[in-house]
């Protein structure tokens, strides 16, 4: 007995060994804590107890308190210079949206979003016109490929009025799209390299532009060369029943939302990409379920299918991509099971999410951060709020953790380009959105005046 319990100990540290590694524990008391000491008030008490008192970073009504957006403005202004300083000496052919200047045009693009301050449009503009003479051709996808500069720079040029530029642009992107639908190509279907990430560019630019600046039937032509290669690899796989649509990678089977099914089937659910309501209950809705038995007991989702230990909580792997896929199936299927299981992605990024490997969107601190804003967005339940809040508490301490520092660390999905876009998110929460993934809701798409 003393040796399976040592043996059982030591495989039990082991495990938190590996856990301690990827993520430092976190140090914040949870919700309930301070709904906890709400609840203990004294019923009789003449004034009731202030956010600050019951450690709670906002109001009542979700309003972030003022001292705490204060500290947030400082540090994006800090964060800011930094990286403008920074990138002085950044890669000068790179214009993804992932790792070069496309990212840095749309962290202006959303600071001009959150302030209404027409010159960070501006400065988005001169880095659009920098991507737009650097195009390469090699990639198509908006993170990682032309589409990405092509569609920033539709946008950026009409909200500037100049029509005549934004439809130089779709033209171009548009362009690209011959060799998305290309039966013999071998391109992926997945965000990064591949045909969801070109989707991703055509809702990107309908949806701030409006419907129709993309025709759609470019639409859907893509829509359908992604769910016929999906149909086809499923077939391959003798898997027709379980999983209709079935994607791969390098010949791996990921699950994730950079390069696997959590980032093909959001994008399909987009109801801007008008995927028919069979396609969706009959391919889409069996297959998230077939994803959804892959989880580890944890809540956390396996990088592949094949891959069987629970060690990444990032967006790119694990339950922080996964958990935007699970809140779509809620919204358009309408089962709880989703929601249910949107929790326990939420609960593991909790315990988990705050990163070693840094403070960016792709695996790092804000990426996971956003998770939380997002089902807040749909549950409205000010638990999620807070765990947001805390992450970015975490992030007004950039660089103070010991973290590693990427190899980008300036960049959008990689650096402190991602930290200052979750935390310029934090300050108008109801309008919050993942960069170059989510997609505006006209709904909640308040425009709010913030001063930094
Ligand atoms: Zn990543």
Redesign the pocket.
Known sequence: MGESMSRRLKLQLGGDADMEDRAFPNPFPDYEAAAERQAEEPPCSRTPLSPEELGLPFHSDGKIINNFARRIQTKIKDLLQQMEEGLKTADPHDCSAYTGWTGIALLYLQLYRVTCDQSYLLRSLDYVKRTLRNLNGRRVTFLCGDAGPLAVGAVVYHKLKSDCESQECITKLLQLQRTIVCRDSDLPDELLYGRAGYLYALLYVNTEIGPGAVCESAIKEVVSAIIESGKALSREERKVERCPLLYQWHRKQYVGA?HGMAGIYYMLMQPAAKVDQETLTEMVKPSIDYMRHKRFRSGNYPSSLSNETDRLV????GAPGVIHVLMQAYKVFKEEKYLKDAVECSDVIWQRGLLRKGYGI??GTA?NGYAFLSLYHITQDKKYLYRACKFAEWCLDYGAHGCRIPDRPYSL??GMAGTVHFLSDILAPEASRFPAFELSSSQRDTKVQKDY
């Open positions: 950079a990032h967006w790119c792997h792709c695996h990426g999905f990689e």
